[in-house]
């Protein structure tokens, strides 16, 4: 419930877990998701759409450490998250970690994305890598 009121409290999908929705005056479905996810150009966008498609879990656990973080006031790095994810042995594949080092800032902008709160905690830099003009 909201406080002062008999409404009850509305929890919403989040766009990375809900991507696409119906505009319901429109009938249309829209994408609520960055281009580079959508539609992948280069050769990480495509590598990191293919491994968030297979492994959510990975976002969804960054998400929550990055947002608890946050809450708190703490500065988030993106890296140190990857880093806890691999120490935890939460991914493996024959033994080895599976979490690329370049899909950090890939997560990190999609983190920035679904919680704009976040680019005053989360660092980013500009990409080496380039979409096509």
């Known amino acids: 419930m909201f406080e ?8 919403m999908p989040h766009p990375s877990r809900t991507a696409r929705r119906r505009d ?31 492994h959510p879990d990975v976002y969804a656990r960054l998400e929550g450490v990055a947002l608890r973080a946050s809450a708190r006031g703490e500065r ?6 990857a880093e806890d994810i691999r120490r935890s042995g939460a991914l493996t594949r024959d033994g080895a ?11 990190a902008r999609l983190l920035i994305h679904d919680h704009p709160a976040l680019a005053a905690v989360i660092e980013t830099r500009g ?3 380039r979409r096509p003009q």
């Open 4 to 11: 002062g009121t008999d409404l009850p409290a509305v929890t």
């Open 24 to 54: 319901p005056s429109q009938g249309l479905l829209f994408d609520l998701r960055p281009a580079w996810l959508v539609n992948p150009v280069t050769r990480i966008e495509k590598s990191f759409r293919s491994f968030h498609d297979r």
């Open 76 to 81: 988030v790095s993106v890296g140190a998250l």
């Open 97 to 107: 970690y599976g979490l690329n080092n370049s899909y950090r800032a890939l997560y």
């Open 127 to 129: 990409r080496r890598e």
